[in-house]
Structures are given as C-alpha cells and as structure tokens.
C-alpha cells in the first residue's frame, strides 16, 4: 500500500473515530438536556442527583352549612328535613322539637287520704319521675337512667361532634308539657344538657327570673348523689285545669333575658336530662278523683346560627384518601430532598381560620407531626375570613388567596407510610365580634403536594 493509500487510510479511520466520539457526546449531551427538560437540577461531584417533580393532588373539597353530603350539617339525613330552615336575609337557623316522653305516673292509692273527714285544703309533694330504690325513697338524680327522663336531640348530634364551641346568640327553648295534675301545683326541677363529647350544661334561670329557686321547699333533686343547690335549680307553676281530670297542654319560653340558653345551647346538647317533683295544693276535692296523675315533657330549640366564639375557636376535622406509598422511603439512591404543600383556599364564611394537616397510615394513625409544626416554632397556616357587612353581619366579599407550606426533614422521611390526610380547620370571629351565617357561605379548599425525588448518580460505582 502506497503512502497516500496509508495516510487517507489513517485519515478516514480518524474521520471514524471522531463521528464516534462526537455521536456519544452528543448523546450524552441530548440526554442531559431531556433530563433538564424533565425536572433536572445542576450535577454535583463526585455525585450528581437527577431530580424529578411530582405534583399529587392531596385534598378537593368544599364545605357548606347547608345542601349535600359535604356540609358542616348533615341536611343529607332524612330527620333533618324540618330542622335546618333559612329565614328571608338568608340566617341559617337550627331548629327541633322532640316527641313526649313518658314519665312517671302517680298512683293515687299511694297519696294520703284526700281531705281526711274535717279539711280540704292540704299540700302533697309528688315525685314526677320513677323512684329507683336503690338510691333511696324518694330521691331522684340526674344521672340515674332509671330515674331521669332522657330527652334525646339526635339532629343536634352532627353538629355537636364536628363543630365544637361556639357562641351561639339568641338561641331561645321550650319546655313543653302535659300533664293532668290539679290546679295550684308548683313544680321544681333539675336540667342538664350533655353534648356528643360528654360535656354537661346546666340550664339555669336568671337571677331575678320567674323561674328562680330560693329556699327550695322540696328535697331529693340529686346529680352524681348530691343535692342540686338552688342555682342549678328552676321552678315554675302549671296552669290550672278547670276538670281536674282532662289533659292540660303548656309551655314554657326560655330565652337571653330569663335563662343562660346561650351558654346552654352553645354546648349543643344532644341529650337533655330532667328530674323534677312537684308540690300538689288541694283548695278543694275534685268530685270524681283520677286514677292516677302524670307529667310529661318534650323540649323545643330555635338556635339561629348568629354566632361568636368568645372562650375557644370551633373546629371542623375531615379526613380524605391521600396514598403516598410510591415516594421513596429515604432509604438507597432515591430520596424525597423537599415537599411544599400549595393550599389554594376560597373562605366565604364570616370566620378566620387556623389550618392544620396531619398524615396518617392507613389504620388512622399519625406518621407525620403537625403541617405546620407550630411546637418546634414553624408559622401557622391562616385563612383570612369574608369581609363582613359592620350593619347585617353578613358575608360580603369572600376571601381567597394561595399559600405555601414546607415539609421538614423529619416530615419527608415518613410521607411515603401515609395513606390519608387530616384537615383540622379551627374557625374564630375576627375579635370575637358577632357574626351572622347565612345558608350559603362556604369554605373551599384545593390543596395539592408539590415532591421532589431525588436520584442519586455515583460513576464510580
């Protein structure tokens, strides 16, 4: 072969060599840009991470007061078709009235001779709920179930349990009844109210009240055993029933002026517990006597939700699907390096808010501390309420922004064990102030995940 065959030989397999090198540095090249493309941060040595963003839809939801399976009240539910109504500004207002229920009757045989053969006038205390022996004869208590009359308010339950403290202002009760005990009677009577959290109320009349007790006259109202003082007692007096045999139908009106309905309600009692007895007056005989006597009661709640929360925010908790198993664990090549949650937020409710999230296994349990973790010093999340009109307290202009929340190491290392999420919304009045809740307002959240993943690259192994 010639020199010039030999040399062009050289030349092309040069030529070769360089298209080669070229071609992989250009793939390499290509490469790094589509990586680039897809979420890739700068290589370091002597590692480089690829980092990849994942965004994964965490909580879609808006709440109501009213309409539908996603409402802070349940209007979902067939017994509540008569307890939600809206008035014509829009005032959301709770409203309910329970069935009679039985009480005890009074056998007259076991009443003193009527009259005796030279008086009649005289005066009986008669027990108006059933005598359970076992705390002794003629003692009632409150929290005897065999003893008190137990006034069960199932629509206020739903309430009770996702809503907590509020103020609720207004708020007005009845104690209806019925009963055919004779004219003149004046009966006194203990009743608490106990919430879907075991909390208990006392309903008390106002110092100066007609219902007022002082010096009660009667002995054996108890709770837990122990007489019931006279502040936790009311009394009141039946109307007189002209045939002294027939039923008597009455009631009672209980409101700001007379009662602490506001602190009762505001507890939202889903159970109401009454013992009382009664003082029987005979001016004269009745001419054909009763079998037996009876008082029965039912119980009435209009509780507009013209609100405020002075002593604690009310707090509404939701848990939704959120399965994050395919992030990495934090263990080998591929780790979670950073998560920032983006909460977009729509708050047409007179109230602010206090926003928390925690991630649970699938069994409920926690595998993240608090989002965010106000304990170890990190800012809370807070929704802004609606601007409110200062004359109507309604509503006026919802409030809605976007705000993002970093996840700390320690948060990272365990989102790959959660299999839900845990929004707890704690909801105030802007200083306290009154604020009215119309059957439209709302809360809305969309709130999304936004992960890097990491993969670690060594060339050396």
């Known amino acids: 072969m010639g020199p010039f065959k030999r040399i062009r030989m050289e030349s092309i397999n040069n030529s070769m060599k360089k298209r080669v090198k070229n071609s992989i540095i250009s793939i390499i090249f290509l490469a790094l840009i589509s990586a680039g493309l897809s979420g890739c941060e700068t290589p370091t040595k002597p590692d480089f991470g690829i980092t990849h963003t994942l965004e994964i839809p965490l909580y879609r939801k808006t709440v109501d007061f009213l309409g539908g399976p996603n409402a802070l009240v349940d209007t979902t539910k067939g017994d509540l078709k008569n307890f939600i109504s809206t008035q014509n500004d829009g005032l959301v207002e709770l409203s309910t009235r329970t069935s009679y229920t039985n009480s005890a009757t009074i056998n007259t045989q ?49 309430f009770s349990k996702r809503m907590g403290s509020f103020s609720l202002l207004h708020a007005k009760m009845q104690l209806y009844y019925r009963t055919n005990l004779p004219v003149g009677n004046q009966v006194y009577a203990g009743i608490v109210g106990g919430d879907a959290n075991g909390n208990s109320v006392y309903f008390k009349p106002k110092s100066g009240s007609q219902y007022q007790v002082s010096g009660s006259p009667v002995s054996g109202l108890q709770a837990h055993g122990q007489e019931l003082p006279d502040s936790k007692l009311m009394t009141f007096q039946i109307g007189a029933d002209s045939s002294k045999t027939d039923t008597l139908y009455g009631s009672l009106h209980f409101n700001e002026s007379n009662s602490n309905i506001g602190d009762f309600i505001s507890n939202l009692p889903t ?69 920032t949650l983006q909460i977009h937020y729509t708050n047409d409710l007179p109230l602010s808010a206090n926003l928390q999230l925690r991630f649970l296994d699938q069994y409920g349990h926690p595998v993240t501390s608090t989002v965010p973790d106000t304990t170890a010093g990190e800012n809370p999340i807070i929704l802004k309420p609606a601007a409110v009109n200062s ?41 306290n102030s009154q604020v009215r809740i119309q059957a439209k307002d709302y809360i809305g959240f969309d709130i999304s995940g936004n992960f890097k993943v990491t993969s670690k690259v060594n060339p050396g192994n």
């Open 110 to 158: 076991s009443l003193p001779k009527l009259g005796g053969a030279t008086t009649t006038s005289f005066k009986i205390v008669v027990n108006l709920n059933p005598d359970d022996p076992a705390n002794g004869k003629d003692t009632l208590d409150l929290y005897d179930n065999k003893e008190a009359k137990i006034i069960a308010i199932k629509k206020l339950d739903y």
């Open 271 to 339: 159970s109401v517990r009454f013992i009382g007895k009664a003082i029987i007056i005979f001016n004269s005989l009745p001419s054909t006597q009763p079998s037996s006597y009876y008082f029965d009661t039912a119980i009435g709640l209009n509780v507009p939700l013209d609100v405020a929360t002075p002593s604690q925010p009310a707090t509404y908790i939701d848990t939704l699907s959120a399965n994050l198993s395919k992030l990495p664990s934090g263990n080998g090549k591929t780790q979670l390096s950073a998560a």
């Open 391 to 431: 004359q109507t307290h309604f509503v006026s202009t919802p409030n809605e922004d976007v705000l993002h929340v970093a996840l700390n190491k320690t948060q990272l290392d365990a989102l790959h064990n959660a299999r839900l999420v845990e929004l707890k919304v704690k909801m105030n009045t802007t200083g």
